[in-house]
T-cell receptor, first 113, second 113 residues
């Protein structure tokens, strides 16, 4: 956790609605990441951003969108095109370019009703 | 591509005993490895890391061993305590830009009284 905040902690959405998950950091880290975690599974990369105004698709970007207008913020929008959005979403930042240790926020649990 | 997996999905140990959690990886281009601990409903916490030019690294009550010959790493926890109960993930970092992590599915460690 530390300087990474995610809100809300729990989020409920009706089918067909878009929803935006917040991720804010005060660690002054350049790179930020979004992961999805399903029960009993590891983390899968959705999107990442190495610098402001730039972002790249991860392994499972379909149905998601992001923006990186500020260094501190990397919001994730789960669109209605995401067929199975119910999951635990984790935001992370990267501490340095020579190692690779990512630090995680507390997560947002999204449930589609 | 990289895949990182764990040998056992669950591990139960008696309080006070040592725990060993194993992980295998497939891509020899991984130059950095990280162990994370994740408690239920929370984001992963960094435990310890190791570069590929090392074969052992020790922290407080934890030791990571890396065997590049067989592409295997392990996390040893000494004198396991109830607070150690969690899911443990290993993650590999491929050398190059973005420093993307590839996670295994995790091992659930349960500490028995």
């Amino acid at each position: 956790d530390g300087g990474i905040t995610q809100s809300p902690k729990y989020l409920f959405r009706k089918e067909g609605q878009n929803v935006t998950l917040s991720c804010e950091q005060n660690l002054n880290h350049d790179a930020m990441y979004w992961y999805r975690q399903d029960p009993g599974q590891g983390l899968r990369l959705i999107y990442y951003s190495q610098i402001v105004n730039d972002f790249q698709k991860g392994d499972i970007a379909e149905g998601y969108s992001v923006s990186r207008e500020k260094k501190e913020s990397f919001p994730l929008t789960v669109t209605s095109a995401q067929k199975n959005p119910t999951a635990f979403y984790l935001c992370a930042t990267l501490s340095g370019t020579k190692t690779g240790t990512q630090y995680f926020g507390p997560g947002t649990r999204l449930t589609v009703l | 591509g990289e895949s990182v997996g764990l040998h056992l999905p669950t591990l139960s140990v008696q309080e006070g005993d040592n725990s060993i959690i194993n992980c295998a990886y497939s891509n020899s281009a991984s130059d950095y490895f990280i162990w994370y601990k994740q408690e239920s409903g929370k984001g992963p916490q960094f435990i310890i890391d190791i570069r590929s030019n090392m074969d052992k690294r020790q922290g407080q009550r934890v030791t990571v061993l890396l065997n590049k010959t067989v592409k295997h790493l392990s996390l040893q926890i000494a004198a396991t305590q109830p607070g150690d109960s969690a899911v443990y993930f290993c993650a590999g970092v491929l050398s190059g830009s973005a420093r993307q992590l590839t996670f295994g599915s995790g091992t659930q460690l349960t500490v028995l009284p």
